[in-house]
């Protein structure tokens, strides 16, 4: 059995099988976060775009409060 694996052809074979698994999980990795980031656009989309411009004013008025609080503290 030793002698089997220290024939060229079957490390051969045994290298090409393992890139042939990575690439596989590779391509499986990246399809599913871009299923994932579609899902995502999707979303966006529907709801999130109709509330961006609210939720972008909202973080600008807590951060001028928060700024406000901090500043007036630290007199």
Known sequence: M???FKNTFIQALGVAA????G???LDWGI??????L???D????IYGSK???????AFGVL?????????????
């Open 63 to 75: 951060y001028l409060l928060f700024a406000a609080v901090i500043n007036s503290r630290s007199r």
């Open 23 to 25: 690439f596989q999980l």
């Open 2 to 4: 030793n002698d089997l």
């Open 31 to 36: 399809d599913t976060i871009l299923r994932i």
């Open 51 to 57: 509330w961006a411009e609210e939720v972008a004013i």
């Open 38 to 40: 579609r899902s995502f």
């Open 42 to 45: 999707n979303w966006y989309r």
């Open 18 to 21: 393992l890139i042939y698994i």
